[in-house]
């Protein structure tokens, strides 16, 4: 399989991670060891530059720690553009570990190359053309997505459909809804889902 190249240094937490990608990605990936990128001055330092010289893209676990890790990277690059990559909630054990994580979800590490490569391309990040954005947070109200008493539930159920995990925010939807589908493709799920 040929691998694919992708300009944008990617970041990701553990080094079984950079280990997954580096099989079928040709490009720079970044390792935050987890947590340690909260005190790491020059990894910081790295980043901001990364992002703000080409962009760069997030790639966490599902789980909670992923998502902290997430938000915390997006917090320390105020300019810069940040494109995220998120893997669904697949449970399971990655197969060197003896236990599963505390929240029972599969890892980028445990996550298969087509499930990657399907998460690469709703981000938009495998296609050289920048699409525009047609949604705004206005339209996800519209959609009934936000700010209406069965909004939650309907998220839950798109997710599901779009194998996203279920900690993705609104703002995380917007962005991916913007990259990786048309008006009409997501009008027609949401009208087919709603009545599920």
């Given at each position: 399989?040929?691998?694919?190249?992708?300009?944008?240094?990617?970041?990701?937490?553990?080094?079984?991670?950079?280990?997954?990608?580096?099989?079928?990605?040709?490009?720079?990936?970044?390792?935050?060891?987890?947590?340690?990128?909260?005190?790491?001055?020059?990894?910081?330092?790295?980043?901001?530059?990364?992002?703000?010289?080409?962009?760069?893209?997030?790639?966490?676990?599902?789980?909670?720690?992923?998502?902290?890790?997430?938000?915390?990277?997006?917090?320390?690059?105020?300019?810069?553009?940040i494109t995220h990559v998120y893997i669904p909630d697949i449970f399971g054990k990655e197969k060197r570990k003896e236990l599963p994580s505390k929240e029972g979800k599969l890892g980028v590490e445990g996550i298969s190359v087509k499930t990657l490569r399907e998460a690469f391309e709703r981000a938009g990040v495998?296609?050289?053309?920048?699409?525009?954005?047609?949604?705004?947070?206005?339209?996800?109200?519209?959609?009934?997505?936000?700010?209406?008493?069965?909004?939650?539930?309907?998220?839950?159920?798109?997710?599901?459909?779009?194998?996203?995990?279920?900690?993705?925010?609104?703002?995380?939807?917007?962005?991916?809804?913007?990259?990786?589908?048309?008006?009409?493709?997501?009008?027609?799920?949401?009208?087919?889902?709603?009545?599920?």
């Amino acid at each position: 399989m040929e691998k694919l190249h992708i300009d944008k240094p990617i970041i990701v937490e553990g080094k079984y991670d950079k280990n997954k990608l580096s099989s079928f990605i040709d490009g720079v990936i970044i390792v935050t060891d987890g947590f340690s990128v909260y005190g790491d001055e020059e990894l910081k330092g790295y980043i901001r530059k990364c992002a703000a010289d080409t962009g760069v893209i997030v790639l966490t676990d599902s789980d909670s720690a992923g998502f902290r890790i997430r938000g915390y990277i997006k917090s320390i690059c105020p300019e810069g553009e940040i494109t995220h990559v998120y893997i669904p909630d697949i449970f399971g054990k990655e197969k060197r570990k003896e236990l599963p994580s505390k929240e029972g979800k599969l890892g980028v590490e445990g996550i298969s190359v087509k499930t990657l490569r399907e998460a690469f391309e709703r981000a938009g990040v495998l296609s050289n053309e920048k699409k525009e954005p047609w949604l705004t947070k206005a339209g996800l109200y519209e959609l009934g997505l936000t700010g209406r008493p069965d909004s939650a539930q309907l998220r839950g159920k798109l997710y599901k459909h779009l194998s996203l995990p279920s900690r993705t925010t609104p703002n995380g939807l917007l962005e991916i809804l913007n990259n990786g589908y048309t008006r009409e493709e997501i009008e027609k799920l949401i009208q087919n889902i709603a009545n599920k």
